[in-house]
């Protein structure tokens, strides 16, 4: 079975005013149209993206993305059948239709969509209405409206490609949305759960309901990190990007610093992206030596690449000597220096093993640090 997602997103937003097409407004943290693509990512095969012809930016930005791009119709329908046609020939069995501006559909919708295509030929989300409905002339009610029966439409609506492509080539068009048109066409349309929380951004007052709906779903990383090196000849110790006079230095491939190391692997690790020795491996040469500050630069940027921001870095240093406070807050703003932090979102401090074990003989030092890291 191959399936794909059509995201609709070639409207101009006018309801919802703003200037800029409702798709490519900000909303907690990036845009919406971002949000909504990033829902159905790996649920579905393939994801058509149906972009305006005067989205010139759009077109530059995602034209060598994953994303399937065609262009839109004069109203949804139009934008609708080109997303159908340029599947075509892909083998694709089942199709979500969603709307751009429901940014905050969840997977759990989206996958009982799939299942209940399992077994029907079209399915979509929809809520039962609970308040009361009236009509209304001006500004006057002038009677109320039973609401028994009555569910409102959400989307990703689901068909089996080969209906909706016969569905949409027979309909004379006006139709609200595709289930519709599949029922225009004899479709039968299960109904799934809809989600209160998947709303379409309409007017203005949307995005702050969209941005406190979102700011629920936030996507938390933590990570931890370990390090240990030994004593041997020397006159200094490099801990978290600091010199500091002592009658030993840290022995290693690189400068030794064993607090940088341990909070560069809390950041690998949040990420799930290995560790120090995994992107810069001992057995090559043109570390030996290497500033550590190196390797948390390399950490940091990957995670800004993977969508990340470093919310706060907690090390501790263990050793009997040297002794750390003195020199923690320089330490502290070094660290928060390289990492494009403030100050307070870095933490270093101290403690002895008791004069027990490698540390507590003075063998070496070691190092534990924790990151936490936010998706931005
Ligand atoms: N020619 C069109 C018109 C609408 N849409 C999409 O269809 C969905 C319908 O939602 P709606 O709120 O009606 O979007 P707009 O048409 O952009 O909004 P408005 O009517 O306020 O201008 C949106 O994802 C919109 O981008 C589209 O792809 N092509
Ligand atoms: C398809 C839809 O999202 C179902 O609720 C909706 O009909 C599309 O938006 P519009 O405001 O009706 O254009």
Known sequence: ?????IIVAAGRGLRAGGGVPKQWR????????????????????????????????????????????????????????????????????????????????????????????????????????????????????????????????QTPQG??????????????????????????????VAIVQGDADNIKITRPEDFARAERILGTDMDVRLGNGYDVHRFGDGDHVILCGVKVPHDRSLQGHSDADVGMHAVTDAIYGALAQGDIGQHFPPSDPQWKGAASEIFLRHAVELAGQMGYCISNIDCTLVCEFPKIGPHAPAMRAEMARIMGLHGDQVSVKA??????????????????????????
Not at 1 to 5: L, R, Y
Not at 120 to 149: E, N
Not at 161 to 187: C, F, L, N, Q, W
Not at 351 to 376: D, M, N, P
């Open 26 to 153: 900000p909303l907690a943290g990036r845009r919406v149209a971002d949000w909504t693509i990033k829902r159905f990512c790996g649920q579905v095969d393939h994801v058509v993206l149906v972009l305006s012809e005067d989205d010139d930016d759009a077109w530059a930005e995602f034209q060598d993305s994953p994303l399937i791009l065609t262009k839109g119709g004069r109203d949804r329908a139009g934008s609708v059948r080109n997303g159908l046609q340029v599947l075509d020939g892909m083998s694709v069995t089942n199709v979500l239709i969603h709307d751009v501006a429901r940014p905050c559909v969840s997977s759990e919708t989206i996958q009982q969509v799939l299942t209940a295509l399992q077994e029907h030929p079209a399915a979509a989300p929809g809520l039962a209405v609970t308040d009361a409905l009236w009509t209304v002339d001006g500004s006057v009610v002038t009677g109320t409206q039973d609401r028994a029966g009555l569910f409102a439409a």
């Open 1 to 5: 079975m191959t399936t794909a997602a």
């Open 159 to 188: 068909f089996h490609y080969d209906s909706i492509v016969a569905a949409h080539k027979t309909h004379p068009g006006g139709a609200a949305d595709d289930v519709e048109v599949a029922r225009a066409a004899g479709m039968d």
């Open 351 to 376: 403690t002895t093993s008791e004069r027990l074990g490698f540390t507590g003989r003075s063998e070496g030092i070691a190092s534990l640090a924790t990151a936490c890291l936010v998706k931005s």
